[in-house]
Nanobody, 120 residues
């Protein structure tokens, strides 16, 4: 039973910071790319950042210079450090992996989501 468990969301004032964490739990052989998406009410779900197994990041233009994605492969965990937060960053943030290999096979996974609210 593999799942992605997220933490770190909350309420913060504009200009503040939050750090999101997402750990892949279960009996896992390997985890490929990991990343973060976000979705505001009535809006589509958009990619925020992703990172390869070897640590190569990709960012949405809207968060470049403010957010930093990282991962700890020994812990099967991905992080998103969010600085200089803006009200437009308010959304539910979802952890995602395109490939988690377990004895049950290989498939993508989504986390349950964690709310980030930035007040102006």
């Amino acid at each position: 039973q593999v799942q992605l468990v997220e933490s770190g969301g909350g309420l913060v004032q504009a200009g503040g910071s939050l750090r999101l964490s997402c750990a892949a739990s279960g009996i896992i052989i390997a985890v490929n790319k990991m990343g973060w998406y976000r979705q505001a009410p009535g809006k589509q779900r958009d990619l925020v950042a992703m990172i390869t197994h070897d640590g190569i990041p990709t960012y949405a233009d809207s968060v470049k210079g403010r957010f930093t994605i990282s991962r700890d492969n020994d812990k099967n965990t991905v992080y998103l450090q969010m600085d200089s937060l803006k009200p437009e960053d308010t959304a539910v943030y979802y952890c995602h992996s395109d490939h988690i290999w377990s004895r049950a096979g290989t498939r993508p996974y989504w986390g349950q989501g964690t709310q980030v609210t930035v007040s102006g």
